[in-house]
């Protein structure tokens, strides 16, 4: 995920941000089948993948405690 795309998403409402949240989690298990089947080329994709959900869980749950504190 590149510096671009990380502030795209800081913008997102939480809605947003949670369903992109479960297209990377698809994305994720279809990478985990492709390793486990041996047909996965770039090794490295999958750890950026999991970085990249880990990056939106924190926006989600920054936006939350922001939401929760009456901060926007």
Do not use: P, S
């Not at 995920?1 to 990380?6: A, E, F, G, I, Q």
């Not at 486990?36 to 090794?43: F, V």
């Amino acid at each position: 995920m590149k510096k671009n795309d990380r502030q795209k998403l800081a913008v997102l409402k939480i809605e947003e941000l949670e369903k992109k949240l479960m297209e990377e989690r698809q994305g994720l298990l279809k990478l985990k089948m492709e390793k486990e089947t041996g047909k996965l080329k770039d090794l490295h994709a999958y750890a950026k993948k999991r970085k990249d959900i880990a990056r939106i869980r924190t926006l989600i749950g920054e936006k939350q405690y922001a939401q929760k504190k009456g901060v926007q």
